[in-house]
Every structure is written in C-alpha cells, then in structure tokens.
C-alpha cells in the first residue's frame, strides 16, 4: 500500500510586511505589524523545536527558546539584502537551540563562570585554528586572545568533558578491548573488616607462640581440633579448652574496644 507523502507546511507570505517593518517608525502600529509577522512563523520555530525533543529537555522550553530565536531573527532580517527571510530564520533558530544545549544542559554541575570561560575558550579556539593553519593552538595564546588567565583557559578546556561525558562502553586505548566500565573500581567488602582485622592483629601479639600456632592450625589450615591435637602434641581436649579460652578473652577484649 502506497504511502502519502508528508507534505511540508507553505511558509507564510510574509515579504510586504517585512518591508513594512522596515520603513515603519517605532510606535503601536509597527509593534502590531511585528506580532502579526512573528506570529505567521511561529508554527515553523515550533517545528524546528521538535527536532531536538528526546534529547534531555522540555518541550516547552524547546519551544521557549526557538520562540526567542525567531523574534531575534524578525527584528535582525533585513529585506533589502535580497535572501527570503526562512533562509534566515531556520539557520539562526537552530543555531540558538544548540547553543542551548551547549550552555546549558551539563551532564555534570559547572559554576557558570566556568562555563563562561569555556564558551569563551572554544570560540577563541576555533578562531586560532583558522588562523594558524589547523593547528591546535596553546594555552598562553587562548589566554592572549579571550583575556582570561592561564588557569581560566584549562578550566574552560577542561569544563568541556561536562556536557559530552565518555561512555562507559568506550575503549580506553589501554587495550583493545578494555572498555571505561572494565577501569571502575569495586565495593570492597573486605573494607568493613580492617578495623576488627587490626584490633585483632594487637590482640593476637599478645598470645604465646602455641596459643597463635593453634589458632593458625584452626582457621588458616582448617585443620580439626584432633588433628592440631596431634600437630601441637597435646590432647584433642586440650586443645578445646585453649581455643574457648582464647575465644573468650577475645570477645571481651574487643568488646572493651568498642
């Protein structure tokens, strides 16, 4: 079953009013005139808007900021440059969109002075490349063009990383397949025990060289009570009595530790 192709909305006709605009002095007649031209290309800025939905912001304030581009682009367009005003438009409402998102959507928490400066790094960035040849331009030559201190350019550059996080998929470089996931580190369960394992490190000192070979027999060999009996050269009953004894004064020892 065929298909209806999507048909694309017929942009308002909106030349005259433009012209208008221009040749009008500021008053209530113009600002009405601007409402109305601003009005007819809304639906479009809308539209535009929709393009960059699912990717972690409102609709609303999508709409919101593709609203606030157009007026910009209604009171910026100039008639008499001989372009139609859409291919004005679209361009300097999807610039604003991204730039939204550039500014303002960070994966991580930035002092906005610090994403000013990135803002004003990258700019500078991509203009020295231009100007060098494609080369990567340095720190004191950011510095030199944005104003900023040595130190604000790093923050700047660095402050990057907060809007693109890496995934936890991505390979390191490290090896071929060792991914950013493989390099995190896990809960150590062995960490709740470090302070009952030194409060029993100092009480252990304390015992005879058998008392910590029949413990060593019994927890580290695991060996049974009548086979360190027969290791130690005592009687398994013995051996019994000194391993309650030491349990014994090591419950209360590290009882009066608590």
């Given at each position: ?25 500021p008053g ?87 994403q000013q ?142």
């Amino acid at each position: 079953m065929a298909t209806t192709p999507r048909r694309t909305p017929t942009p308002p006709d909106t030349d005259e009013d433009f012209r208008r605009l221009a040749r009008l002095a500021p008053g209530p007649a113009r600002e009405l005139l601007r409402h109305q031209v601003i009005g007819a290309w809304l639906p479009m800025a809308e539209r535009i808007s929709r393009r960059f939905r699912n990717k972690g912001e409102t609709a609303a304030d999508l709409r919101q900021v593709a609203a606030m581009a157009l007026v910009k682009a209604v009171d910026r367009y100039d008639p008499d440059l001989g372009h139609s005003f859409e291919a004005y438009a679209v361009p300097t409402i999807i610039g604003e969109l991204k730039r939204h998102f550039r500014d303002y959507l960070w994966t991580l928490h930035v002092p906005r002075s610090v994403q000013q400066a990135r803002s004003r790094v990258r700019s500078a960035v991509a203009d020295l490349e231009q100007e060098l040849g494609g080369r990567r331009p340095t720190v004191r030559e950011i510095a030199a063009r944005t104003g900023l201190s040595e130190e604000d350019v790093l923050l700047g550059l660095e402050a990057g990383t907060g809007c693109a996080p890496v995934s936890l998929d991505a390979v390191t470089g490290i090896a071929d397949d060792l991914t950013v996931y493989d390099t995190l580190g896990a809960e150590d369960v062995a960490l709740e025990r470090v302070v009952d394992r030194e409060t029993l490190r100092l009480l252990l000192a304390d015992l005879s060289e058998r008392e910590r070979r029949v413990l060593h027999l019994r927890f580290f060999v695991e060996l049974s009570q009548s086979q360190i009996a027969e290791n130690v050269g005592v009687s398994q009953m013995q051996i019994s009595r000194i391993l309650n004894r030491l349990f014994s004064q090591m419950r209360q020892r590290l009882a009066a530790c608590d």
